[in-house]
C-alpha cells in the first residue's frame, strides 16, 4: 500500500535550520509529483514546496529563499531543506504526492524566538 513517512522534524532556534525527509514506497513515485505542506494550530494547511516527476519546484511566498525542495528517485525520497527559519515556520509538516489523497503521519518543527 501507499506510504510516506516524514522525518528530521525538531525544535531549533529562529535563524536555524532543519532538513526534512519524506520516505515512500507502494507507488510508482519517479513518475509522481510530490509536495511539502504545513499546518499550524488554528490554521488551514497550505502549500510550502512542490516539485514535479521533471524537477519543476514551486514555493510559497512565505518560503522562497529560505527552502529548497529536493527529490531522489533511486532513493524514492523528496526532502525539505529548510534555512533562516523563523517563529512563523512553526507547524507539523507533511509529505504528500501530488494529485492524490496520499498524505504522510507529518512531523513537527517548533521554531523558537
Known amino acids: 500500500q501507499v506510504q510516506l513517512v516524514e522525518s528530521g522534524g525538531g525544535l531549533v532556534q529562529a535563524g536555524g535550520s532543519l532538513r526534512l525527509s519524506c520516505s515512500t514506497s507502494?507507488?510508482?513515485?519517479?513518475?509522481?509529483?510530490m509536495g511539502w505542506f504545513r499546518q499550524s494550530p488554528g490554521k488551514q494547511r497550505e502549500m510550502v514546496a512542490t516539485?514535479?516527476?521533471?524537477?519543476?519546484?514551486n514555493y510559497a511566498d512565505s518560503v522562497q529563499g529560505r527552502f529548497t525542495i529536493s527529490r531522489n528517485n533511486a532513493e524514492r525520497t523528496v526532502s525539505l531543506q529548510m534555512m533562516n527559519l523563523k517563529p512563523e515556520d512553526t507547524a507539523v509538516y507533511y509529505c504528500?504526492?501530488?494529485?492524490?489523497?496520499?498524505w504522510g503521519q507529518g512531523t513537527q518543527v517548533t521554531v523558537s524566538s
Open positions: 504528500k504526492r501530488l494529485g492524490t489523497a496520499y
Open positions: 516539485i514535479s516527476s521533471g524537477g519543476t519546484t
Open positions: 507502494g507507488f510508482p513515485f519517479s513518475i509522481s509529483g
